[in-house]
């Protein structure tokens, strides 16, 4: 092991290793230690102990179409060691998979902490931008007798394939159902625009500040959120929702109904202030969430948000992204 480590860290620029492993104070000296490991937490993971198969995941292999299956190196909410994953190559999910062996782990734990605080045994979880079913796949690990069923809803065919391969054992249960369609205001053929290093921003927007060069587009099917609010809703269920659709989140949310919103009892939603997001959409959107009475821009309930506040951070046109999480 100590070779690994030596091999790991000669990889590394002796600059580069300054600002990767910051130097905390050495007093006082029986801390000392702790406070090392606590510093460098991530970047320890990040760059040696995945490298030396203590964290992360191993790849068995690429095919040719830029799919990857991983081994997982330790257990973690997203699977036991040697559990295999598959994920599209890029440079962002693949290889957070690669280096910690789990993702969107603070969204995960505020979804699954509130599903298993909650009474009711009869919540249908809604994952809409699925990618490849990480977050469903760790929810239902560990929550799974709480929900009585899930949708991903994920248009592109490469990653509804690493769907059917991560959340496989639900799909066969029939508790994990998969809408091969993108959710929009119409039922249309359309293309969705995907960044070459980070295949998780895939929009049916042109986003502006992705260069056309750097991205490219894959044909999906569309339907309508009042199609599928009908496949759906039921009056006796609780509804939870990790919504991540690449700045469609406005337009599409504020399409559900108010009966939908009224059953919806906790929720993540990705918030990109884009120029494209539309006035009249986050209005409406949140005049549904009459519902809800706590609004954080934290998973821990750390930074409150107004209804006010997420209008104007909303509508800004900055460019910025947050994660909203809300309940009731």
């Given amino acids: 092991m100590l070779r690994g480590l ?48 203590l964290s992360g995941s191993s790849v068995v292999r690429i095919d040719s179409g830029g799919q990857a299956l991983l081994s997982l190196n330790r257990g973690s ?38 599903i298993s605080d909650s009474r009711n045994r009869n919540i249908v979880f809604l994952d809409f931008g699925g990618h490849a079913g990480l977050v469903t796949r760790q929810l239902l690990r560990t929550v799974s007798n709480q929900i009585s069923l899930a949708y991903i809803v994920e248009p592109h065919s490469r990653y509804i394939e690493a769907i059917e391969h991560n959340c496989s054992e639900w799909i066969i249960d029939r508790k994990l159902i998969v809408i091969p369609f993108a959710l929009s205001n119409v039922t249309a053929r359309t293309s969705l625009y ?22 490219h587009q894959h044909p999906v099917h569309t339907i309508t959120v009042g199609d599928f609010e009908n496949i759906i809703f039921h009056k006796d269920v609780k509804y939870v929702l990790k919504c991540d659709i690449q700045g469609m ?11 939908f919103w009224n059953q919806v009892e906790c929720a ?28 954080s821009w934290d998973s821990e309930w750390k930074i409150k948000a107004s209804v006010e506040e997420i209008k104007k951070f909303w509508l800004s046109k900055s460019g910025a992204t947050r994660n909203l999480y809300i309940s009731v």
């Fill in 6 to 53: 030596k091999l790991v860290y000669a990889s590394i620029p002796v600059r580069k290793l300054r600002e990767l492993f910051p130097f905390p104070r050495l007093f006082p000296f029986n801390s000392f230690l702790k406070r090392l490991v606590e510093k460098n937490r991530h970047s320890l993971s990040w760059y040696v102990l995945s490298k030396l198969g």
């Fill in 77 to 114: 909410p997203l699977g036991n060691k040697n559990d295999e994953i598959v994920v599209p190559v890029d440079k962002v999910i693949y290889k957070w998979i690669l280096r910690r062996g789990l993702w969107e782990i603070k969204e995960v734990n505020f979804l699954r902490k509130y």
């Fill in 194 to 215: 995907i960044e070459n290093s980070n295949f998780g921003n895939a929009s049916l927007l042109k986003v502006s500040n992705v260069d056309s060069t750097k991205s």
């Fill in 249 to 259: 989140d406005a337009l599409v949310l504020s399409k559900f109904s108010h009966s």
């Fill in 268 to 295: 993540v939603i990705e918030v990109w202030a884009l120029n494209s997001i539309s006035e009249q959409d986050v209005k409406k959107l949140i005049s549904l969430w009459s519902n809800f009475s706590f609004f």
